[in-house]
């Protein structure tokens, strides 16, 4: 597929700004949608149910559509209702639209919809299921996986990919990469409590936006991992901050467990994207802070 128009959800989020960005740079139009409708999206709260004419007007002239919004709820009192609404039915309000208009649809979802969060280098074809991970979000992303899929079985073009926990501009102040960050920025102290070695797969923002693009233009109507491949321990990134800030350092209170194990999160295997759409991850921890520590000051 030679990517002229695209139309894209959730462009104003932290991965919808790199997608925006890149498909911009491949010199493809946008038809941009956010829940806020700023910088020139148009306005699509997800909670709503949209009718078929609408979402012509919204994607008029799409290729292909990326539907990377959903609701994330504020730390506090989660409101399920709502987050079903935007993260699950939303899902059948579009996919039902784009199989009638026979446009493929990009599915951004997660490793979170895996039933073992903890089980190493994990294929496609992992068994899925709600770890409570992530809370109703974790599993509103599973039911939405789930929709699509039936989707895809009555004729939905769909590729769904499942990134790793994402990390790059626009990130949330309370994510752990951006407080040890900031912290270590303003020459204190990253203060960690054991343990300390558990791992997690952080995959830059950047990368996944390499990933869409390269689905897309293959036209790879499949699932797919994407990730690092590089798992990271809580120590590891702390001691990374500190050397890309130039400052800070890193406090460990308290001893480790007796007889700990270490745990690795979202360990997948992404050696299908190397072979559908021929995709690796290129942008490594350390290039990851560095390009987010000069995109804060």
Known sequence: MVLKKIGLTGCSGMLGRHLRAALQVAGADVAAVSRSGADGSVAWDLSEWLDMDVLDEFFAGAQAIVHAGAFVQPSGEVDEARMFDANVRACLNLGQWAMSRNLPLLYISGAIVYADPCALLQKESAPLGWSGL???YGFSKLLAEDVLMRLRQQGLKLCVLRPTSIYGHGIGADKMVLRFL????????????????????IVHAADVATATMAALRKECWETLNVSSGKPISIIELA????????????????????????SVTYSLD?????????WRPCIDVREGLTMLMHEQC
């Open 239 to 262: 001691e990374a901050c500190v050397a890309v800030a130039g400052s800070g350092c890193v406090k460990i209170k308290g001893k480790a467990p007796a007889n700990y194990k270490a």
């Open 182 to 201: 900031a912290t270590a920025a303003r020459n204190e102290a990253i203060e960690l409590v054991h343990p300390v070695e558990d791992c997690v797969d």
């Open 134 to 136: 992530g809370g109703f």
């Open 270 to 278: 992404v050696s299908r994207a190397g072979e559908r759409i021929d």
